[in-house]
């Protein structure tokens, strides 16, 4: 690992540990809204440090999880409902605690995401949604003109975004960048305005400060690419495998 990878790296950690120490796991800290990006619950730095299990978490994901992110972890093409798998399990385990703890308000999702026990149960579904295969269905930009925003939003991505959620949009597990490649196009346009606006704050600032200088249409183009964009699993740190299409869902 070269030297300046190895520095953004520690850089990472730091930002995702630095609140460690404070008890942020309040059953009031949903309703907040001035929340802080990056308070931590212990469970998360917990969670993190563990050894996930998959076959254990697979019963949790069953009873807990698939009712609404569905059996295949693929979510819903029409964006209401993210796809989770092949998602590296660092991101898994960020999001499950920041929305257990308030700091990504997700208030269809919190009441389920309490129900896992402790902070190997977050472990555990983590890393079994890390191994499902990656659906090749998701839903995508259809608007007659998606050719030209496929094709703006790649420009638009590779000059910013890329830097962190690297070029084929597989993310970067060590760094807590989420695979965007293959995502819903509802979903991400929705996140990306959720952070622009600040509705979404467990964001690092930087990418915050990124966001800022696009405006929607702009957006859109971004979204309509990654949709469209299926990365290799090879490419991603973990993930199993890309589903075939006969068994998508
Ligand atoms: C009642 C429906 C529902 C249930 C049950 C549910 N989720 Fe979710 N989940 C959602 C919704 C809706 C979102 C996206 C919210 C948004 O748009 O910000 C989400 C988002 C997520 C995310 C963030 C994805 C990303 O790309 O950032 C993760 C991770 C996640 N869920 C994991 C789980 C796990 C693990 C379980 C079971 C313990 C679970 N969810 C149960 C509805 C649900
Ligand atoms: C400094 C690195 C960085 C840059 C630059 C950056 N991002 Fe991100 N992005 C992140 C991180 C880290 C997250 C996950 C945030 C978290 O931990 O909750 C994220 C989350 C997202 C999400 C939500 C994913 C999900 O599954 O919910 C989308 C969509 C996204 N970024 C799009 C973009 C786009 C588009 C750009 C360029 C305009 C961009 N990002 C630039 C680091 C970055």
């Not at 305005?193 to 957006?219: A, C, H």
Request: proline fraction near 5%; hydrophobic fraction near 40%; charged fraction near 20%.
């Amino acid at each position: 690992m070269n030297k300046i990878k190895a520095l953004a790296i520690a850089a990472a950690m730091v930002w995702v540990t630095a609140w460690a120490q404070v008890p942020a796991d309040s059953p009031i800290a949903i309703e907040v809204r001035d929340y802080k990006g990056n308070t931590q619950p212990s469970e998360k730095v917990e969670a993190l440090r563990l050894k996930g299990v998959a076959k254990a978490g697979r019963a949790d994901f069953k009873l807990i999880c698939e009712a609404c992110h569905l059996v295949t972890g693929g979510g819903k093409p029409d964006g209401s409902i993210p796809q989770l798998a092949g998602q590296h399990s660092t991101v898994l385990i960020k999001q499950i605690t920041d929305i257990r703890a308030g700091n990504r308000h997700n208030p269809m999702m919190y009441p389920f995401a309490r129900q896992l026990a402790d902070a190997q149960s977050i472990a555990n579904v983590s890393a079994y949604v890390a191994t499902l295969c990656i659906p090749l269905d998701s839903g995508k930009y259809l608007g007659a003109d998606s050719p030209r925003q496929i094709a703006e939003g790649k420009v638009l991505y590779d000059r910013e975004c890329a830097q962190c959620h690297q070029a084929n949009g597989e993310g970067l597990k060590e760094m807590f960048y989420p695979v965007l490649a293959g995502q819903h196009y509802e979903y991400l346009l929705r996140q990306m305005k959720n952070i622009r606006e600040g509705v979404r704050t467990n964001v690092p600032p930087e990418m915050f400060k990124v966001i800022t200088k696009y405006d929607s249409t702009q957006l859109v183009s971004i979204a309509a690419y990654l949709a469209n964009l299926n990365t290799p699993a090879s490419m991603m740190m973990q993930s199993g495998s890309m589903c075939r299409a006969a068994k998508t869902r």
